[in-house]
């Protein structure tokens, strides 16, 4: 069948302010990268379609603004960005993965992942918060003063149920496309694990037209 | 592709939030030349392939006056009227937010304006529909329309199924179970523009004498009666109804006319073969499925009857019975009736011979059915005649306006004149020549009035009997 080939995967990207995810997200689709520093108010949306195996897959993918870091709000509070942070429950519902960001050079941000995964548990609610895809990027291995070792990140992601790692620089296009292709892999297998909703409801009981909406009489019945 | 919800900036700049939904409107929807200057202004993002691929998009969806989306709570599409939903995922994901958004301030999000631009969004969890209108048409009318789309679904899933999947899975990609069903939704919102029965919440019966509908009508009762379970039939021809009866107690509502009228005219298959479809009539009983059973008269006469009932076992009985109703037809002559009818022009309104008058609507509000002439010069057109539908929903949505009493409006434009005049039994909406006065205008409604009395037998079903 065709459209069992059409399928639309919701990812959100998670991390503190100037991780880098506007830059990881706009290197992935367009290839492109500047070191001018925007923060984002609101949030970015991205399409993007790729081959996981043999279906095309459509990414949406969602940045929200970061806001208050979860773990160290009162510094946060201060920046004004705190009347940005909230885009509500449904903007994180019904996801299929979450990426987490952190920066390799600032271990104030590789710290906040905890915050940033349960807040996202929170918000998302997903139905097995135990198994759900998250993949960690640590982002600008392209920099030299780094701070969060790669076994310090992945002890973390090992403690963590193993979530996948990566370690990525959106300036230099390092891992990015294998980072994200990881995404949309796990995403889809969160998304295919679906039993096939085709069993019958139960049949109507008539039960005499007690109901508001059959008895005859009311507005806009033909007869 | 990247949307922006609000726009890239210093961090120190101070901002807003009531210009941030402003400016995702505008970005969104409404302005390219915003959406340009903002995209121009924003470092980070904006590549050249990446404007000009978003601005195409948004070019391509201006081109049309009439949008409408339907999208998961989750933010995930479902449908789109124009364009390839997966290329616009961005753009369900600024819908979503936008409604996440203010939900999160426990408030609904109902509509957005911007110039002449109106965003309707009907929050039926777990569906989100929205509409754009670039035609000023009222919010109710559009906020109607989205209801008949959301009806469509719940006509091909049931609400109870719907609401099961998404509660086992909020990122689940309805467009696996929808698969088909588009097409009958484009059809659906076609019918939502240009039928006046839409707007009149109501239905058009074929003109026919009624002795020969009380015998069609007859015919199917008696085989209808002895069936148990069976709760409704139909006889339609194309978009007119020919006779209705029903189990004792229940009755068919207009709306859910409309999904099985719009059903039967957008599927060619019915006419090759009798089928047998579950159908949930979402007025009716939004929680389980009718069985329909469907088929056409016969090879020389094409009303298609339709058999509802609660039983999913009852095709065979059903079919024994349309034959039946088919083979009695024939004897009786009701075949040939009800072909003489389809291929009789329908009633001219120049028969009712009256100076000025150009086109109505006439609505009988007792039996919810409405005539609508064929339209004539000057109404040539498919321009034309789209542009006094608009007048008329606009009289409509005035005289039906809630909480307001209004009973006769007189309106003159510059291409015409129209009269609205609501009674108890009946809704009108004449369309006159330019220059015709109030006084004119009302005579006419004298003997138009009395003109139906005579006509109306024939054009409206007063008997729809029970079993």
Same mark, same amino acid.
């Given at each position: ?55 095309? =897959? ?135 694990? =679906? ?29 | ?44 993002? *904006? ?28 933010? +995930? ?36 304006? !911007? ?28 906020? +109607? ?41 484009? +059809? ?37 009666? +002895? ?38 005219? *957008? ?63 024939? !004897? ?136």
């Amino acid at each position: 069948m065709a459209t069992r080939k059409k399928v639309l995967l919701k990812v959100i990207i998670l991390g503190d302010s100037s991780v880098g995810k506007t830059s990881l997200m706009n290197q992935y689709v367009n290839k492109k990268f500047t070191n001018q520093y925007k923060a984002t108010i609101g949030a970015d949306f991205l399409t993007k379609e790729v081959m996981v195996d043999d279906r095309i =897959v459509t990414m949406q993918v969602s940045k929200p603004a970061p806001g208050p870091n979860p773990l160290c709000a009162s510094i946060w509070d201060t920046a004004g960005q705190e009347r940005f942070q909230s885009l509500g429950v449904a903007f994180y519902r019904g996801a299929d993965c979450c990426v987490l960001v952190f920066d390799v050079t600032s271990p104030g941000s590789f710290k906040s992942l905890d915050g940033w995964r349960d807040e996202f548990l929170i918000q998302a609610s997903p139905s097995d918060p135990d198994h759900f895809p998250f993949v960690v990027l640590g982002n600008k291995v392209d920099l030299d003063n780094r701070a969060v070792s790669t076994k310090r990140a992945q002890q973390w992601c090992q403690s963590k149920n193993g979530l996948p790692y990566f370690e990525t620089s959106a300036k230099e296009a390092v891992n990015v496309e294998q980072a994200f292709k990881t995404i949309a892999r796990n995403a889809l297998a969160q998304e295919s694990d =679906v039993e096939l909703y085709n069993e019958f409801p139960d049949q109507i009981k008539l039960d005499g037209g007690s109901s508001d909406n059959r008895s005859s009489g009311g507005d806009n019945c033909a007869c | 592709m990247v949307n922006k919800i609000g726009y890239d900036m210093e961090e120190t700049q101070e901002t807003d939030t009531t210009t941030l939904i402003s400016d995702i409107n505008d970005i969104a929807i409404q302005d390219p030349v915003v959406s340009k200057s903002v995209t121009e202004n924003e470092p980070v993002p *904006s590549s050249s392939e990446q404007g000009s691929s978003y601005e195409i998009l948004f070019d391509q969806l201006k081109e049309k006056n009439k949008h409408i989306f339907v999208l998961s709570t989750a933010g +995930k599409p479902i449908y789109t009227r124009f364009g390839n939903e997966n290329q616009m995922a961005s753009l369900f994901g600024l819908m979503i937010a936008l409604v996440s958004v203010t939900q999160d301030s426990n408030d609904t999000l109902q509509s957005i304006c !911007c110039g002449q631009t109106r965003i309707v969004f009907l929050n039926k969890d777990p569906l989100i529909l929205v509409g754009v209108s670039q035609s000023s048409e009222p919010y109710d009318q559009i906020k +109607k329309q989205l209801t008949y789309v959301y009806n469509n679904i719940i006509s091909t899933l049931t609400l109870t199924q719907l609401k099961k999947i998404f509660h086992n899975r909020t990122n689940f990609d309805l467009r696996r179970l929808m698969s088909g069903s588009e097409r009958l939704i484009d +059809k659906l919102i076609t019918f939502t523009e240009n039928d006046p029965g839409f707007l009149l919440d109501s239905i058009s019966c074929l003109q026919m004498p009624s002795s020969s509908r009380d015998k069609i009508t007859q015919t199917i009762l008696t085989q209808c009666s +002895k069936i148990k379970n069976l709760v409704f039939g139909l006889l339609i021809a194309q978009k007119h109804v020919i006779s209705i009866v029903r189990m004792k107690k229940y009755s068919l509502h207009v709306s859910d006319i409309h999904l099985i009228l719009n059903l039967i005219n *957008s599927t060619e298959s019915f006419k090759t073969a009798e089928s047998w479809t579950p159908i949930c009539l979402p007025t009716f009983d939004s929680s389980g499925y009718m069985h329909a059973h469907i088929s056409y008269l016969a090879e020389d006469c094409q009303a298609c009857l339709v058999l509802l009932t609660i039983d999913h076992n009852l095709f065979f009985t059903l079919s024994d019975a349309k034959r039946k109703i088919t083979e009695k037809m024939r !004897c009786n002559d009701c075949l040939h009736a009800i072909n003489e009818a389809i291929i009789r022009q329908p009633i001219s309104l120049a028969r009712a011979n009256i100076t000025g008058l150009r086109h109505l609507l006439y609505k009988n509000k007792n039996r919810s059915q409405h005539w609508c002439p064929p339209f004539t010069s000057p109404y040539n057109t498919d321009e034309l005649q789209q542009n006094l539908m608009s007048v008329y929903c606009s009289l409509i949505s005035q005289i039906n306006f809630p909480g307001r009493t209004l009973k006769v409006i007189f309106q003159q434009l510059t291409a015409e004149t129209m009269l609205a005049w609501a009674t108890e039994d009946v809704e009108l909406y004449m369309t006159f020549e330019p220059l015709v006065s109030k006084e004119c205008a009302t005579n006419a409604v004298t003997k138009l009035t009395q003109w139906m009395k005579k006509e109306e037998d024939s054009l409206f079903i007063f008997n729809i009997p029970m079993f």
